[in-house]
């Protein structure tokens, strides 16, 4: 394995090794059809006008910021890349700039290293000072960058399973507590659902046999989303299996069933997501991003939990 170069003073530098082969993930980065989906940090959508990924070719796309607290929309950043070096599967180069066309604000680096099932992928942002750089910093960059490689891991786990939607998390907490968040259900109503469509109505009781069904309402509409199933199996602390599904016919898609399963290692606890069918891609990927927010949401609540309970 070799060794990432050290970040100089007017560099940022984000590592993450991603579970896909080398060839897989290079698609990743230049399909727009993939990167559409997990490029920029957590929230953030895209919308893309070209994409020529060849040397002096432009990347150009507006990246879309998340709706605000009262609903008003997001940023949008215009953002265009212009490629420098391609080198097929392991190394591009290009300039990244916003709102001028004709000035570059950095130069990135991104190398992927074959480690067989994996991959090492390496952002490298070049700032023309260390200044520039702190103010990158400052700007959320590095945060920025850690997200949109967890998004690509994310992505990976669902593309070439077009039946099964695989999602890993670690939260640090006890898996007690993350149990309660799951099955209490004034506990879920502070996180169940994405930040753009948060739930309004938490209606579960988590036992064998017991029907489910919980609300999510949009921020920027209002519109609501009824949704429910039933609980197929439950062993307190570490399982719960249920069935979904949405209750508006036709695009929103047939009934499928979701596993949970906890395990607690040194006071954190690892869960896991799994559910299956879907009907197409497009469907799973939907789900995928949703289920990302709403988990982000369930880590900020069980660190507020625990700020609560420690002693004074």
């Known amino acids: 394995m070799s060794a990432v170069a050290p970040e100089k003073s007017n560099e940022i530098v984000i590592t993450r090794t991603v579970r896909a082969p080398i060839q897989r993930v290079w698609q990743m980065f230049t399909r727009p059809e993939h990167i559409q989906h997990w490029w920029g940090p957590n929230g953030f959508t895209n919308t893309i006008f070209e994409m020529d990924v060849r040397v002096g070719g432009l990347w150009r796309y507006i990246m879309h910021a998340p709706a605000n607290a009262d609903g008003s929309p997001g940023i949008n950043y215009n953002n265009w890349i212009r490629y420098t070096t391609i080198t097929e599967p392991t190394f591009m180069a290009y300039e990244h700039g916003g709102d001028d066309p004709d000035h570059a604000e950095f130069n990135t680096t991104v190398t992927l290293q074959d480690l067989g099932d994996q991959t090492q992928v390496t952002l490298r942002i070049i700032l023309e000072s260390e200044a520039q750089r702190k103010a990158l910093a400052e700007f959320g960059a590095i945060e920025g960058g850690q997200q949109t490689l967890a998004r690509l891991d994310a992505y990976l786990t669902t593309t070439g399973k077009p039946n099964e939607l695989i999602i ?79 209750e508006e016919t036709g695009e929103r898609g047939i009934e499928n069933l979701i596993t949970i399963t906890l395990t607690e290692n040194h006071e954190k606890t690892t869960m896991v997501l799994r559910q299956t069918p879907f009907q197409s891609l497009f469907e799973q990927e939907g789900h995928n991003e949703g289920w990302n927010s709403t988990f982000d949401r369930l880590a900020d609540y069980l660190a507020q939990r625990l700020n609560h309970i420690q002693p004074k």
């Open 168 to 246: 890993t998390r670690t939260f640090d907490a006890p898996r007690e507590l993350v149990w309660k968040a799951w099955t209490d259900p004034k506990h879920a109503l502070n996180w169940w659902g994405p930040s753009h469509h948060p739930a309004v109505n938490v209606m579960w009781d988590a036992r064998s046999g017991a029907r489910w069904r919980n609300c999510l309402r949009s921020v920027e509409t209002g519109d609501l989303l009824w949704h429910g199933g039933e609980f197929r199996e439950v062993v307190e602390p570490e399982l719960l299996a249920f069935t979904f599904a949405w």
